[in-house]
């Protein structure tokens, strides 16, 4: 299976499984929504379960959370993560709190489903990544899947999932991750990080779209003896520290990617904490490959975004230091 | 402008409403006992005793009229100035006196300012400072109620000023495009804090707004308790009966400042205040009821004495407890479960608070 038709597969299942799981946003209806992440739902479970709304972002996470606060577990999708803006308010003040303020008397278990990152020629407005804003607002899970299998655990967990997750699908993965995913009911636990491969010489931490160059570098480095430990968080937040910091107490070496813009970027985060719990054990200075601190580009998006490369590079650096 | 729907004056001895005598004088005891509640909270705030209130006052009538054409199972999503909602559902005063105090017994543990109540039992959710937000989610949960193939309605009421936010044209057209039954109550008192209605819209009035979105709009006199009931009872009648939302404008008057941090007298005019208050509702229904005689001299005089002593009394309780939620309240209900790295943060305030003790109160 690709990891769209995990997801297909996946939102069909959470909603056989349970009648309270409902599907919508722009175009996702008949049409099967534009990446077809919806394909055939709304044949399936009919236009109440499966609809299109007015096309109006806020509006859907804002709906989400009624339906939420009612006790449905909505699964909206944003059609691009640089549309998810105007839901920004929603999102940030409303559903991440609605716990806390009311005391726990209310809760918010919806999970916004949104393709983000580049690699498919969408200039900015069809390539960002959004996660930072989000990984800085208590009450919110952000989650990346990176594998067609990771994908299906993930999105029945974050459906089930009793506070509000932004689903972040890297969509130029969408067709390119491939691999089995079983047709049985299985989660994948939030929080925790995956080791895809283990290694002694340096870390790398990754998530979502950035993982496979990750990887592609680890490779290439392991054919030169540098063996490469490779996290891929999952869950972005909040992040399974326990998983990283025992990766680099191991290796003394870091190198953190990310998609998104340099400064503040989720990186950053897990450079900070890895300088302020393990500093001790670092042989080498940290490294983070991330997009430049411009908007996205449209032309020369392969200049702006990380690749094995520029994961190789650093990787080099850090051996080398 | 077409006149407002009014009935307290009318000439009719019956109304044509299912109000008993004691509907009445339920609904007039629920007014008298928010106007007190907040003359004292105000008061409160004043002394330093509370860090912030919000007053009704002068709409009283508009949210405990619409509220009164609830069953118990519908769900609120109320503004910030419909305290009479919680009251007239029976929710005990003390306990939103302990919400305004943000103490040890606040049902949200101190976790917002005074006013922003939350009471699950009968389905008033959370009320959030960011504004119109409440009338989406109130779509929403309406859609959600009609998934279901329940016959529940969700009435959200909001100002004048939040109707020019997006979310209110979020809220109204997803509702009803989806036919979901949900009563939207515009809650026009002629200002959002200083700032007049001809700045917020150039429409004659906002009830002609709901033709727009495909949904009845009614304006209504929000002084008047009794057209309130009958205009949202109708709403509540066409939502259950699958018909879908309806905008309910009430025309009223805040008659208090927007918040204690607020002065009116810099923008409403004298002659403004002086004709609005000719209109308080709660004299206007008083007058209506001691004319049918369902009310008598004696009444008000016990009514506004007994709700002046459960304020009093409500206020006494408060102050003496404890006047802060326990230290580790401050990491419930981030998450269902608390996540290691708040697990962390929490022990590094339990540390914080073994030191340095617990900061002093913000009052
Ligand atoms: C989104 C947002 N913007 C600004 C404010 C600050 N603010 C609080 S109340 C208020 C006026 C609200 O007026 P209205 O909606 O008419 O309600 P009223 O207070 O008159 O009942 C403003 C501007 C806010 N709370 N939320």
């Known amino acids: ?321 | 402008m077409t006149r407002p729907l009014t009935l307290l004056e009318s000439r009719k001895k019956d109304l044509g409403l299912d109000l008993s005598e004691e509907d009445l004088r339920r609904l007039y005891t629920t007014m008298v006992r928010t106007r007190k509640m907040d003359d004292k909270l105000v008061l409160l705030q004043r002394q330093g005793r509370i860090g912030f209130y919000l007053a009704c006052t002068g709409q009283e009538a508009t949210h405990v009229g619409a509220a009164f054409a609830l069953e118990q199972d519908d769900w609120v999503f109320a503004h910030y100035r419909d305290q009479g909602i919680p009251l007239l559902k029976g929710i005990e005063m003390e306990r939103m006196v302990h919400q305004c105090f943000g103490n040890v017994r606040d049902n949200t543990k101190g976790r917002q300012m005074p006013v922003h109540y939350s009471f699950k039992e009968i389905n008033f959710v959370s009320i959030s400072s960011p504004l119109a937000v409440q009338i989406i989610q109130a779509a929403g949960t309406a859609y959600a109620m009609k998934v279901k193939g329940r016959k529940d309605v969700v009435l959200t009421s909001f100002g004048d000023g939040s109707s020019s936010e997006g979310d209110f044209h979020s809220g109204m057209n997803f509702a009803a495009v989806r036919k979901a039954p949900c009563i939207f109550l515009l809650e026009n008192n002629q200002y959002a804090i200083s700032v007049p209605l001809d700045h917020q819209t150039a429409s004659d009035g906002f009830a002609v707004k709901a033709e727009g979105y495909g949904m009845p709009g009614v304006q209504v006199d929000g002084n008047d308790v009794l057209a309130m009931y009958q205009a949202v009872k109708e709403a509540v009648d066409r939502a259950r009966r699958g018909e879908g939302p309806t905008l309910i404008e009430a025309v009223s008057f805040r008659m208090a400042a927007h918040s204690t941090s607020d002065d009116p007298s810099r923008y409403v005019p004298e002659e403004e205040y002086a004709e609005w208050k000719a209109k308080d509702p709660i004299l206007r229904f008083e007058k209506y009821l001691l004319k049918q005689g369902v009310i008598d001299e004696d009444f008000i005089q016990s009514t506004a004495k007994a709700a002046e002593g459960e304020v009093d009394a409500a206020v006494k309780a408060a102050e003496a407890e404890q006047w802060h939620p326990e230290a580790d309240t401050l990491f419930d209900d981030v998450y269902a479960e608390l996540p290691p790295h708040l697990l962390e943060q929490r022990e590094r305030m339990r540390r914080d608070v073994e030191e340095n003790g617990m900061p002093g109160g913000h009052h």
């Open chain 1, 1 to 321: 299976m690709t990891m769209i038709q995990a997801i297909t597969h996946t939102l069909a299942q959470a909603m056989e499984r349970d009648p309270d799981v409902l599907v919508f946003g722009e175009d996702v209806g008949p049409n099967g929504g534009v990446f077809r992440a919806t394909d055939g739902l709304h044949a399936q479970f009919g236009e109440d379960r499966v609809f299109d709304t007015p096309l109006n972002e806020n509006l859907i996470v804002g709906a989400a959370i009624g339906m939420a606060a009612y006790g449905m577990r909505p699964v909206p999708e944003i059609q691009f993560m640089d549309y998810i803006w105007p839901a920004y308010d929603q999102l940030v003040n409303e559903a991440a709190k609605m716990r806390y303020r009311s005391g726990g008397e209310y809760t918010c278990p919806m999970t916004v489903r949104t393709p983000y990152g580049g690699g498919i020629r969408g200039g900015h407005y069809h390539s960002q990544s959004g996660e930072t804003p989000f990984a800085h607002t208590p009450g919110l899970v952000v989650v990346a899947p990176s594998t067609a299998h990771d994908a299906k655990g993930l999105l029945h967990a974050s459906i089930e999932n009793d506070d509000p997750v932004v689903f972040m699908e890297p969509k130029a993965l969408y067709r390119a991750a491939k691999g089995d995913v079983s047709e049985g009911y299985y989660k994948e636990e939030l929080g925790k990080a995956a080791v895809r491969q283990e290694g002694t010489d340096v870390t790398i931490v990754s998530y979502g779209s950035t993982m496979p160059m990750s990887l592609k570098a680890a490779a290439a480095a392991g054919e030169q003896d540098v063996g490469v430990e490779v996290i891929d968080l999952r869950t972005i937040y909040p992040w399974d520290k326990e998983t990283v910091l025992k990766s680099v107490k191991k290796t003394g070496r870091l190198v953190v990617v990310n998609e998104a813009p340099l400064t503040a970027g989720f990186a950053s985060e897990i450079s900070a904490t890895v300088a302020e719990e393990a500093i001790e054990y670092m042989e080498a200075p940290i490294k983070r490959v991330t997009g430049y601190d411009t908007p996205f580009p449209y032309t020369l998006e392969g200049l702006y975004m990380p690749n094995p490369n520029k994961v190789m590079q650093a990787i080099e650096e850090v051996i080398n230091f």
